[in-house]
């Protein structure tokens, strides 16, 4: 044989044992999909996976990391081993499907090429969840070996980098990590130190800017340069409070969590050796949910991958949603840009949805210009239509959505099936009534019950303590809230006082120049009680909205929120404010006791029900963003209304409408078996009623994947305004200055049409039935029960009952009505 012949027949010989060396590896994978197996046994140089909702890609990371450690490089190499013999590819081309043990151990030796050790993968999430997750399901597909990976969160991996070489910037290697309160305090120390007051420069508004500038990865010198010419003398001051503050961790070795990444990038870009040997080190990078990365972590992934330059990205740019944390989508958007041999994969089969629902969420999507596109099937079926629903109001639409989820469990679905998705917290209050009214179990996710908020907590003690002034509880919650300067100690006093006297703490503190305990918070005390006289002689002549305006007004309590001017006092005063919608929601009803103790009673029975919330078996609410990577058969998403769901900002910047939109297809991919999306015409937030356009996201949807329920629903009068029109009656009860207060029975005025025909309706579609202790009831959810009360209230009733299977439950029955019957003694 000539050199041609032999080089010929070497070549046909390493050919076919690469080609049979991937077949034997591929056979090792096949519980995966094509494309998912090509992704896991892509395994050098630089890999984008778009993996889809619901495509698998844990399970592709998981595969993945088994393929290095099982075959290193041996599924994406063109080399063949020194010493393959004849036998050995004869053995790899007719290896079974179901090899013994002996000729899996022996495929395993003959496919492995350079196999690194697992210290050298280095797999990133975002959560300590999912980390924990991905270390899990590695140890039970690898074993004890899948414990040396490091797979931890972008901040738990850079503080191991940072405990071994820190000391190279200044810091102690046992460095401390400072939590937002830490950090707060901190800021309020600088305040102090510059004479900057807190209510012009709020600490948490003050980190924020300054968690900004470090994810651009700009220093206190780099960012005092950029706003030293600015006009914005408020700028310049932070960058003064920057400064300071980075002094002040410096000089204690601390650091803040935007330190721990911030550090890392510039211990890497400074330390040539320490570069070097992580480098090295990390022969496989892997990161997950890219497209959430900021900044800072870009810079840090392509350090540490800039050796050997085998990163896998594995993100979703549809799913993209995090812009307000500093979330850049250009890093996967541009992911070829920066490396230009980069390989991209699609992982667009579904495993979780029907194709209808995927049909709509495609067709949404897809109106962005800003994606790499991709479209989603699934082997799931067609599935039920996408159902939209158009409301008249938002308690018309929380009625629907509780009716609708009573109806499924009827038909044999459990409570925690469905889930309830809003685009916004404070729209969760009249969902949670309407669950509440009929006795629906359920659980707010990502954020508090709306009655279990600081804020709303605050306002119903005024509410009580207006209504009832020998009410030390509520009394002690808001007598220095706000800062009235009104300490413990004085309290304390006041409380000591009340218990010698046998008076309440209000008597005291309305006499308190008369205690010369008292004598140095007397001029304090006696404003309180003054505040709380004027208000409860005000309520015997304003309407309630009006008196709980007052209420938020005079105490200084929604000012006090407007001051700090955070995020966070913004959400709280929405809070406040939507309170007011409570009231007016209240007033709607007609209830026969239209008084603040009528309010505040039907509240106190609300926040009281006894249901099975505290159960596994309940209906989930939360925000969209908090629902991003779950999963549930019957998704609910609220509030598709232009100003809500796109929110009004959208209206004016492309790349918010493009966020929005993005959102809008994570909520839809929550479903897995139906998925109902609903608007109302009308609708009342922060005590305020709008009318509101349909979302465009409605629009998008093709008419072949959707049912639209209601969408040529029209007011039926004038949108008017609730409660303006007043008489006179009586608080009930004396304060504790003996002086009777009456407060206002509303002569309503005559209703719109539009709200007879929902009066009209509701009672048509759910007739009340009479019910007493003792009688026995069937219901459509819980079964057979036995009344145990029946408590009137306004022009409902509190009815409690034992059901035989569900336990006991407390249910408004007018809601629950149309799922009872009365049954034969």
Known sequence: ???????????????????????????????????????????????????????????????????????????????????????????????????????????????????????????????????????????????????????????????????RDIDRLGFAKDFTIYDTDDSRRVVKDVLKELNLDDKTFPPKNVLSVISAAKDRYLSPEEFAQRHQAETDWRMARIARIYAAYQKKLASASALDFDDIIYHTVTLLKQEPEVLEYYQKKFRYVLVDEYQDTNHLQYLLTGLLAGGYRNLCVVGDDDQSIYRFRGANIENILNFEKQYEEARVIRLEQNYRSTQNILDAANAVIEHNTGRKGKTLWTENGGGEKVRVRTTLSESDEAAFVVGDIL?????????????????????????????????????????????????????????????????????????????????????????????SQGASLYEIIRNADLFPELKSAAAKLLKFADLIDGLRKDGGSLALPEFYDAVCERTGYTQALKDKNDMESRGRLENVQELKSNILGFLDRQPEDATLSGFLNEIALYTDLDSLEQSDDCVTMMTIHAAKGLEFPLVYVVGLEEGIFPGSSAQFEEEELEEERRLCYVAMTRAKERLTLTNARQRMLYGKTASNRLSRFLEEIPEGNREWEGKDLQPGGTFGTRGTAYGSGGFGGSGGSGVQRSAPVYARPARPAYQEARRTAVQTAAPSIALEKGDRIAHGVFGEGTVLSVQPMGGDALIQVDFQGAGQKKLMLKAAAKHLKKLDP
């Open 1 to 163: 044989m000539n050199d041609k012949e032999t080089g010929d027949a070497m070549n046909d010989f390493n050919q076919r044992y690469i080609a049979a060396r991937r077949r034997v590896i591929a056979g090792d994978l096949r519980r995966l999909n094509p494309a998912q197996r090509q992704a896991a046994m892509t395994t050098e140089g630089p890999l984008l996976l778009l993996a889809g909702a619901g495509s698998g890609k844990t399970t592709v990371l998981i595969q993945r990391v088994y393929n290095l450690l099982t075959y290193g490089r041996g599924s994406d190499s063109d080399s063949v081993p020194e010493g393959a013999s004849a036998e050995d590819l004869a053995f790899l081309e007719t290896f079974p499907q179901d090899p013994s043990p002996e000729e899996a151990d022996r495929a395993r030796r003959l496919c492995a090429v350079d196999v690194p050790r697992p210290w050298e993968i280095i797999a990133i999430t975002f959560t300590n969840k999912a980390a924990g997750e991905l270390k899990e399901r590695l140890a039970a597909r690898l074993g004890p070996m899948a414990n040396d990976v490091w797979a931890s969160t972008f901040h738990s991996a850079c503080v191991r980098v940072l405990r």
């Open 407 to 499: 109806t499924e469990v009827g038909r044999g679905a459990r409570f925690r099936d469905a889930a309830v998705l809003y685009r916004m917290n404070a729209q969760s209050n009249a969902l949670e009534y309407a669950m509440k009214r009929s006795g629906v179990p359920y659980k707010v996710v990502g954020g508090m019950k709306f009655f279990d908020r600081a804020e709303v907590k605050d306002m119903l003690a005024y509410l009580c303590v207006l209504n009832n002034p020998l009410d030390d509880l509520r009394l002690r919650r808001i007598v220095n809230n706000p800062a009235r300067g009104i300490g413990g100690t004085t309290m304390e006093r006041v409380a000591a006082l009340a218990e």
